[in-house]
């Protein structure tokens, strides 16, 4: 079974209180805090997001069990375009950097090791790289173009389904590798490094929950 979902009449605070996940969530909707008592609905609508769009991913991220079947066609796609891309933005300008740069400082002194581990997490990055710049060039302009009529008949979204990988596979097998074989000196540094690539990872699969289950089944109602 999936966690309780939250409806447009819960406050705020007790979502983000109670899952502090959601920060991810609502900054990517770009929806600073200071809440007060005020419900979901009403801090949505004071930011201009629409309410039904911002439930459905806040609950999407917070279920644990099977994933709902069917999408509510009432979904805003240009809204899930919005937080996809400002979720590109966060990943790509600050959490990998971020992370490689807290890697080097936890290998310190330990050369061999961190060659071989900053290789692979470069290899990494720019794999994550190359597979949101083509959505931000090809997937998302397409969508925009599809809400407002004017998409042509050269693409469509079972494309992207099909190239759609799990980017988050490889960072869970960097984090794999550490824990296994890493033998180096560790402490606060290291295993602070070794949380966030947790964290991360679990951000990435359900960045990808949202595409697979909310965005990609949204545009192929609107494709029919």
């Known amino acids: 079974m999936g966690a309780m979902a939250y409806g447009p009449h819960d406050k705020m605070c007790n979502l983000v209180s109670e899952n ?3 920060l991810f969530v609502l ?10 008592e005020s419900d979901i609905e009403e801090v949505c609508k004071r930011n201009g997001v629409d309410t039904k769009t911002f439930l459905a991913i806040v609950n999407l991220n917070l279920q644990s069990g099977d994933v709902p079947s069917r999408v509510d066609k009432e979904l805003n796609p240009e809204e ?7 979720s590109h933005d966060f990943f790509l300008e600050y959490r990998l950097p971020s992370i490689r740069e807290r890697l080097l400082e936890a290998m310190d002194g330990e050369k061999d090791v961190s060659v071989v581990v900053l290789r692979y997490f470069d290899e990494y990055a720019a794999e994550v790289r190359k597979h949101m710049e ?16 004017t998409a042509g008949d050269d693409y469509h979204i079972s494309i992207f389904r ?7 596979s490889r960072l869970t097998e960097l984090r794999d590798i550490l ?3 890493y033998n180096g000196k560790t402490g606060y540094v290291f295993n602070s490094v070794l949380f966030d690539i947790f964290t991360c990872a679990e951000d990435l699969r359900q960045h990808n929950m949202v595409e697979d289950f909310m965005l990609v089944p949204l545009i192929e109602i609107l494709e029919k």
């Open 134 to 149: 083509y959505e931000e060039k090809v997937v998302f302009p397409y969508i925009r173009a599809l809400v407002q009529g």
């Open 27 to 36: 900054s990517r909707f770009g929806i600073p805090m200071g809440f007060g």
């Open 20 to 22: 502090y996940y959601m």
């Open 162 to 168: 099909k190239q759609h990988n799990e980017i988050e």
């Open 179 to 181: 824990i296994k074989y």
């Open 80 to 86: 899930i375009v919005k937080y996809l891309h400002n």
